[in-house]
C-alpha cells in the first residue's frame, strides 16, 4: 500500500491514461458488483491509513458548509452565527451556496482537525467510498485518486480485481 502523497501524486500522473480506460471500464460494469466490492476495500484500507497524519483533503478541497453546518460550527467555537459567516464563509450573491473561504482549510492544524466533532457533512462524508451509486460519482471520486491515499489504494486495488491484463 502507497501512502505517500508525493508518491501518490507522481503515479496518479503515471496513471492518467490508464485511469481513463478504467474508468470507461468501469462505466459498463455492473453497478451494484462494483459498489460490493468497493465497500470490501473500503473497510480494508481505510483502518490502515492515518487520516490525522494526512489531512490533504483539508489542504485542497473547497468545502460546501450548509445552514446545519453554519450553526453547528459556530455553537462549536461560541460565536455568532453572523461572524461565522463574515469570517469564514464566502457565499454566492444569491446565498444559495456558500463555501469555507479559505483552502487549506482554516480549522485545519498540524494536519488535524481543530472543529472534528462539529465539522461539516461534506468533511464527514468524505472519501465517500461507504456510499452507494460508485459508478454514478467517477468523475468526482479520480479527480482526488492523486491526493487522497484512501481512493488511490481503494482503486488500485480495484484494479488488480477487475482490470483485463493489457
Ligand atoms: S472542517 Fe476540519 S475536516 Fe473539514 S476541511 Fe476543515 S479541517 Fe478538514
Ligand atoms: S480522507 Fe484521504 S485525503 Fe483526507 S485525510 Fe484521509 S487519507 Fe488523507
Known amino acids: 500500500m502507497i501512502t505517500n502523497l508525493h508518491t501518490i501524486a507522481e503515479v496518479a500522473e503515471i496513471n492518467t491514461a490508464e485511469n481513463l480506460r478504467f474508468k470507461e471500464f468501469l462505466k459498463a460494469y455492473d453497478s451494484d458488483k462494483i459498489d460490493a466490492l468497493v465497500f470490501t476495500l473500503n473497510e480494508l484500507i481505510t483502518p490502515q491509513i492515518d487520516c490525522t497524519s494526512c489531512g490533504n483533503c483539508c489542504r485542497s478541497l473547497m468545502i460546501n458548509v450548509d445552514a446545519d453546518d ?48 462539529a465539522r461539516p457533512k461534506e468533511c464527514r462524508e468524505f472519501p465517500g467510498l461507504h456510499q452507494p451509486g460508485f459508478t454514478g460519482r467517477l468523475f468526482a471520486t479520480f479527480m482526488h485518486y492523486g491526493r487522497c491515499p484512501i481512493i488511490f489504494n481503494v482503486i488500485e486495488a480495484l484494479k488488480t480485481e477487475l482490470m483485463p491484463a493489457g
Open 70 to 117: 453554519a450553526a453547528r460550527l459556530s455553537g462549536h467555537m461560541k460565536i455568532s452565527s453572523e461572524s461565522f459567516y463574515k469570517k469564514y464563509i464566502e457565499q454566492s450573491s444569491q446565498g444559495t451556496l456558500a463555501v469555507m473561504n479559505a483552502i487549506p482549510c482554516h480549522f485545519l492544524s498540524d494536519s488535524k482537525c481543530t472543529v472534528y466533532e
